[in-house]
Nanobody, 125 residues
Framework: QVQLVESGGGLVQAGGSLRLSCAAS????????MGWFRQAPGKEREFVAA????????YYVDSVKGRFTISRDNAKNTVYLQMNSLKPEDTAVYYC??????????????????WGQGTQVAVSS
């Protein structure tokens, strides 16, 4: 069992930056691959980024590649999503998720077993 709590969301002007954090309970954080998903109002949840258990591999949806960076600090049981050059279309509730990793593809939300409550990101034009 893993509990995940996201933080760091807020309102920001287009072109600005935010850093989201996801804090995990327990001492087995390093056993999980971590992902970030987002859900805009009225839309389905979509994959944003993922990172392997060791942090050695990362994956991004094309729309955020080059702007967002996922990272993790296993000693702090925390995964981060640094979001730069934010656009209005990035507006969504962002969710942290944990799964076993080792996937051929990392985008399916069914591959992740534990989910946080979400944190709101709103980007104004």
């Amino acid at each position: 069992q893993v509990q995940l709590v996201e933080s760091g969301g807020g309102l920001v002007q287009a072109g600005g930056s935010l850093r989201l954090s996801c804090a995990a309970s327990g001492r087995t954080f390093s056993s999980y691959a971590m992902g970030w998903f987002r859900q805009a109002p009225g839309k389905e949840r979509e994959f944003v980024a993922a990172i392997s258990r060791s942090g050695g591999s990362t994956y991004y949806v094309d729309s955020v590649k080059g702007r967002f960076t996922i990272s993790r600090d296993n000693a702090k049981n925390t995964v981060y999503l640094q979001m730069n050059s934010l656009k209005p279309e990035d507006t969504a509730v962002y969710y942290c998720a944990a799964g076993p990793g080792g996937y051929a593809l990392w985008v399916g939300d069914n591959l992740y077993d534990y989910w946080g409550q979400g944190t709101q990101v709103a980007v104004s034009s």
